[in-house]
Every structure is written in structure tokens, then in C-alpha cells.
């Protein structure tokens, strides 16, 4: 557990210019102690964007291109040797950076792309859950990580911010995988800090200029807030974007786990640049609801039960496509989701006594047609 007071440098800026980003970016790691404090000339820096999937920056996915620029300016300017990298949860690297606006701006700065690909067995013995992960070579050849995050909301952790941003170190759909064998979102989280923990990304930076609100991580709604957030403590970070929501911090399993482990901590935070009071988002769209958003598998209900409390996902037929993606990213077998009569011409259907709530079908659909539905029964045990 930390003992001294975690900062998170907040930093006002109000659109995507590149100049004023990248000024703002350099103003949130100077008022932490300049880059000197987090990395050493001659280390290989590996930047770690958000690249969910293939959207353009205007829906707001993925970290803005004006951003990812900022970052490498501020590596490069200190004469830094750097590279970028993700694994997206559908898709190439390349493909996605490419529709996110990213790629365009590495091959402009001359900023090669990671091997995000390459399988890497790594022992972690001090993991409180895990103790080995496999990660994507990129990850492992660099020696520091800076993980540059962006503020959404997430149907299973309630926004995914600095310490969820780590997961796309995993190669590919090894990430799926996760979901299906950790069928509670406590347990899911404690994944994600072990992960985090292992990596040691050395600073945490988050694209909060344009954030996301609603039916996050992949369909929700832009929503201006203005700021850009930087700290060396990924669980004040998040902290600090509860905060600016209007989310109880001890609502997000990460945080909570975060601190438990060591990670950092949320109770003991100094605000230094702009005072998080000024910037307070009123009614923002969030899951606020004191019940959890645990999946099938640490409910104390029965199956039968479950389908009339647990939040699930549910298509609208209007918007699909029968694209088939949804079917395809459920890690569970027998599958919880599939074509009627294999019939893709068919809108899927959920069997949701086998689905285990992990949302990978709702982070990853395309055209934002899956959304999460809380059935009455539920809303009335977990409404505050």
C-alpha cells in the first residue's frame, strides 16, 4: 500500500488542436516533476493508446489522433527511442490505428509499430490471482510503458480508464479468453491489477478532452468535458474521474482492488493544475446503481433467477447488421449467443442461461446495436 499522497495533474484544454494539446501535455508531466521522473535516455518507451477497434475519432473509441501526436512530441522532444502499440479486440493493430486516425501520424513521426502479435510466456509470482500472464512481445522487448487511456464508460467495470487500458497488452483474442474463465467481475478485476501491477506502466495519461457517456466502451455518446489527466498512480487517476462523474470510486472493482493490492490508492490524492470542483460534469451518463454489475457466475441466484435480475445484453434488430462479430468474440463454450438454425441471415440469439455477462459482444459490435438491459426485478433490489 502507498503511503504518500498520490498526485494527479489535471490540466484544462479545450479542444483537439495539436499545438494546444501537446502544450497541455507537457504542462501535466512537468507539474509531476518532468519526464525525467518516469523514464531514463536510452530506454525504449512503448506507447500504449486505447485502440479498441476500427472508428473513426469522432465516435470517440479510440485515442484522438490529436493526443497520440502530443505524446510522441513529448517522447521524442527528450530523445526518447519510442514505438506504439495495442491489441485491439477486434482486428489488426495496423487496421485499427489506420481508421482511428493513428497510423497516419506514426509513419509521419517515424514511430514504428510494435510486435503486439508475438505470444510472450511471463512468470508473475508475486501475482495475487495471476501468476503468469502472456503478452505481446512489443510489451515485453520495451522498457517502459506509458499507457495513454480514454475516459469512457464500461458496462462491466463502469468506466474504463487507466488501469483497464493495460488488457490490450494481451495479444488478441487470449483477451476473450479471460472472460470466460473469470466469470466474476471481482475476480476479473483482480486480473486487471495483477496485469497492471506486472507491466509497471511508468505514467498514465487520459484523453478526457472528448469523453464517453452511456453505452460505453464502443457505443455510447461524446461527451465534452475539456481535460486531459496525468499521474503515476493509475488508481487515483481513476479515482479522479469518478469524481469529476459523480461515481462513488468504491462502485469500480478496479479501484477497490487496486488499492487493496498495492497498486495505488484513491482515499489520499492531491489535485495539482486545475481544481477537479470546476469541472464537475453534472449528469453524466453512468451506471450509479449500488448493485453489482457482477456476471452469472458470482451471483448467489439461480440461473433461472438470474435472467429476471443480472443486467444482459440485448440486440436491436434495427440496427443489426447479422455481421456475425458478436457470435464470434463470446469466449464461452457452448457459445451463449448464435445464429438461429445457423442462419446469418438471422438476428443471434442469446441463450442467457449459459451467457456469463462479460460484454464482450456489447464492447465489440460495430454498429452499437447491443446494448445492456436491466430487467425490472433488478433495477428495483439495486436501485440506491
Known amino acids: 500500500m ?14 483537439y488542436d495539436p499545438a494546444r494539446v501537446e502544450e497541455a501535455l507537457k504542462k501535466g508531466v512537468d507539474l509531476l516533476g518532468g519526464l525525467g521522473q518516469f523514464v531514463k535516455s536510452g530506454e525504449k518507451v512503448l506507447i500504449k493508446p486505447n485502440l479498441l477497434m476500427s472508428k473513426e475519432p469522432s465516435k470517440v ?6 493526443v497520440f ?8 522532444n527528450a530523445g526518447m527511442d519510442i ?12 487496421a485499427v490505428a489506420k481508421k482511428a486516425g493513428l497510423l497516419d501520424i506514426a509513419e509521419e513521426l517515424n ?3 510494435a510486435d503486439m502479435v508475438t505470444r510472450v510466456d511471463v512468470p508473475f509470482p508475486n501475482g495475487n490471482l495471476v501468476k503468469n500472464f502472456i503478452i ?15 475516459l469512457k464508460t464500461h458496462a462491466l467495470t463502469r468506466i474504463t480508464g487507466a488501469v483497464k487500458n493495460q488488457f490490450g497488452c494481451i495479444p488478441g483474442l487470449l483477451k476473450s479468453e479471460f472472460h470466460g474463465k473469470m ?16 507491466l509497471k506502466p511508468r505514467l498514465f495519461i487520459m484523453d478526457a478532452i472528448i469523453g464517453m457517456e452511456g453505452n460505453g466502451p464502443a457505443s455510447g455518446t461524446p461527451r465534452n468535458i475539456g481535460l486531459i489527466l ?21 462502485l469500480v472493482p478496479t479501484i477497490i482492488w487496486g488499492e487493496k493490492l498495492g497498486l495505488g490508492n484513491y482515499h489520499d490524492i492531491e489535485w495539482i493544475g486545475e481544481s477537479p470542483d470546476q469541472w464537475i460534469q453534472q449528469g453524466f451518463k453512468v451506471n450509479r446503481s449500488t448493485g453489482s454489475t457482477a456476471r452469472t457466475g458470482s451471483s448467489k441466484f439461480t440461473p433461472l433467477a438470474r435472467n429476471f435480475i443480472i443486467p444482459k445484453p440485448v440486440i436491436d434488430p434495427d440496427k443489426c447488421t447479422r455481421c456475425g462479430q458478436c457470435v464470434d468474440i463470446c469466449p464461452v463454450r457452448p457459445k451463449a449467443l448464435a445464429f438461429p438454425a445457423e442462419n446469418n441471415r438471422k438476428i443471434p440469439e442469446y441463450n442467457y442461461s449459459d451467457c456469463i455477462r462479460c460484454y464482450c459482444c456489447h464492447e465489440t459490435c460495430p454498429t452499437g446495436a447491443i446494448h445492456i438491459k436491466v430487467p425490472l426485478a433488478g433495477r428495483l433490489i439495486h436501485s440506491k
Open 2 to 15: 502507498k503511503l504518500n499522497k498520490s498526485r494527479v495533474a489535471i490540466v484544462a484544454c479545450p479542444d
Open 61 to 66: 473509441v479510440t485515442t484522438h489522433p490529436s
Open 69 to 76: 501526436r502530443g505524446v510522441i512530441r513529448l517522447f521524442q
Open 83 to 94: 514505438c506504439y502499440g495495442d491489441s485491439p479486440a477486434v482486428g489488426s493493430t495496423r
Open 111 to 113: 514511430v514504428p509499430e
Open 136 to 150: 505481446a512481445k512489443g510489451v515485453v522487448d520495451s522498457d517502459a510503458l506509458i499507457s495513454v487511456s480514454k
Open 183 to 198: 466469470t466474476d467481475d471481482q475476480v476479473f478485476s483482480r486480473m486487471l491489477v495483477d496485469l497492471t501491477l506486472l
Open 230 to 250: 496525468v499521474s503515476d498512480d493509475p488508481i487515483a487517476l481513476d479515482a479522479t474521474v469518478c469524481y469529476l462523474i459523480g461515481l462513488k470510486p468504491e
